[in-house]
Each structure stands twice: as C-alpha cells, then as structure tokens.
C-alpha cells in the first residue's frame, strides 16, 4: 500500500461554463498554475 506524504492538490479550471474562445486562456489552467501547486507540496512536505 501507497502511503502519501502530503495530501492531493486538485489544479483544475474553474467550476463555470466554458467561456468564448478569445477568453479561453485566461479559463483553462496554466503551466504557471501547474508549477505553484507543485511547490506548495513540497513546500509544506518539509
């Protein structure tokens, strides 16, 4: 069995309807958004 050493971070877009395609980017998630999760794993695994 998988012990898990930090709890599991949902990184999601947002809960709404999908807006118009020339606001798409600013919906869907981002590396950006990718990379701060990861970090604040590790971050609060220390």
């Known amino acids: ?4 050493k930090a709890p ?3 990184v999601t ?14 919906f869907l998630i981002q590396e950006a958004d ?3 999760a990861a970090r604040e794993l590790v971050e609060g695994w220390k």
């Open 1 to 4: 069995m998988c012990m898990l």
């Open 8 to 10: 599991p971070k949902r």
């Open 13 to 26: 877009g947002l809960d709404t309807v999908m807006p118009y395609y020339k606001n798409e980017d600013y």
């Open 34 to 36: 990718i990379v701060q």
